[in-house]
């Protein structure tokens, strides 16, 4: 990769949760640190490096949306992203007024999460937006609509064959495009295409 990705602390008192998070951040090549507890990242806080939060809204103990309060009272301006099961406007509100950068239901899409984790890189360094790699950016240009359609397929989530039946091709057809747009922008696995085609700037096709 270009540069080296923000570390992620990930907030949640659902063990299951947690590790799920870690394994999708951790293949897009970022370190994941986690706590089960408001409280526990709190007290690890003043001794960690800056990074992006990611906290669940709904926890024994303190909630997310306290943790936000508390950081911003300790001075803490690092980027939150803030997960629910039970979205609602007003919690979605607060959370945003407190800072989150980021208010994603569960279960997240891994597509919407680390859009979201590129959006608070940019933060940390004073930009309002997710400021695209110049040089990825440069190899992102060289990819085919074909590329680009297959590409947006991975990005969701979806299986060889479903891509293969949404653009009417082979599934041979969608691992060839996979492995070109791997070359071309320097992927060496389908989790590094993922964060490299974000970085990139890339957007999936309507």
Known sequence: MSRPPTRVYVVDDDSLLREALVLLLE????????????????????KLPSGCIIVDIVMHGMSGLELQR????AGCRWPVIVLTGHADRASAERAIEAGAV????????????????????????????????????????????????????????????EIAAKFGIT?????????????????????????????AGFKPPP
């Open 27 to 46: 293949q897009a090549g970022y370190e994941a640190p986690t706590f089960p507890s408001g409280a526990a990242f709190l007290t690890a806080y003043p």
């Open 70 to 73: 508390q950081l911003m009272a």
């Open 171 to 199: 599934e041979s057809a969608v691992k060839s495009y996979r492995s070109k747009a791997m070359k071309k922008l320097g992927a060496r696995t389908p989790a590094e295409l993922v964060i490299l085609a974000l970085r």
């Open 102 to 161: 980021a208010f994603l239901m569960k279960p997240v899409r891994r597509i919407e999460l680390l859009a979201a984790v590129m959006r608070g890189e940019s933060y940390l360094i004073g930009a309002t937006d997710a400021i695209p790699d110049p040089v990825l950016a440069q190899r992102l240009a060289r990819w085919t609509r074909r590329e680009r359609d297959v590409v947006g397929g991975v990005l969701d989530t979806m299986l060889n064959k």
